[in-house]
């Protein structure tokens, strides 16, 4: 089953300022004889296309579902309390995303943002536990029609210097809808409500829109 989104291009719009002029500058290299310096800008050119690229994905139909947002590995799955916006329990689970992975973030619930809030910071390595509070964030409280209530956190990593968000506080969304992207290497952190029936373990591979972190209680 396919999200509510039209097919789009498959390279991600931000992906454009880099791509077009590196493509130009290796084309001239080639033009005036430079192979060498031509070779490294295509394969540099090639590199950012592979990393913004923007693929469709087949989205489970069950809306109690809870999918990831984002492709990488998970590196948590932990009970804790999350003060900030949920006030109370929460099961967290924190996706690493490398260099190779897909980096455009899609919806986990279907649902209305009721919060959000970005918050400026440190670049440590986004695999560090301690990135959650230190880095550069942007963080998304999502409440579905029934009241159930997640949120997920794009986080900045140590190469990542922009957090991409297309939506804001009063927009609904859908299961697998695009919402954002981090440029090069992030992590984002879901913050699942107490008694979800959890489906994923640490050191397992997600895929955004796809891969299902657990059922809603």
């Not at 789009?8 to 077009?20: N, Q, R």
């Not at 490294?40 to 990393?51: D, G, H, K, R, S």
């Not at 590995?73 to 995303?97: D, H, N, T, Y």
Request: aromatic share 8%.
């Amino acid at each position: 089953m396919m999200n509510s989104e039209s097919r789009k291009f498959p390279v991600a719009k931000e992906g454009m300022i880099f791509i077009f002029p590196m493509g130009v500058l290796s084309l001239l290299l080639w033009a005036i004889g430079l192979s060498a310096l031509a070779g490294i800008c295509t394969f540099l050119t090639l590199f950012v296309i592979y990393f913004f690229r923007d693929p469709e994905r087949d989205v489970p139909p069950d809306e109690k579902a809870i999918l990831s947002p984002a492709d990488g590995k998970v590196i948590q799955v932990q009970p804790c309390e999350e003060e900030r916006f949920l006030k109370g329990a929460a099961i967290k689970v924190s996706v690493f995303m490398s260099l190779f992975n897909v980096h455009v973030n899609r919806s986990p619930l279907s649902g209305r943002i009721v919060d959000s809030s970005y918050s400026s910071g440190k670049f440590l390595r986004a695999d560090l536990d301690r990135a959650s509070t230190a880095n550069e964030q942007n963080a998304l409280l999502v409440e579905t029609e029934e009241g159930a209530r997640l949120l997920v956190v794009q986080i900045a990593g140590l190469i990542a210097r922009r957090i991409v968000c297309w939506v804001k506080k009063g927009d609904s969304v859908v299961r697998g809808q695009r919402f954002g992207l981090i440029r090069f290497g992030s992590r984002l952190d879901i913050y699942l409500p107490p008694g979800t029936r959890l489906q994923v373990q640490v050191g397992q591979k997600a895929l955004a829109g796809q891969t299902i972190l657990g059922h809603l209680p």
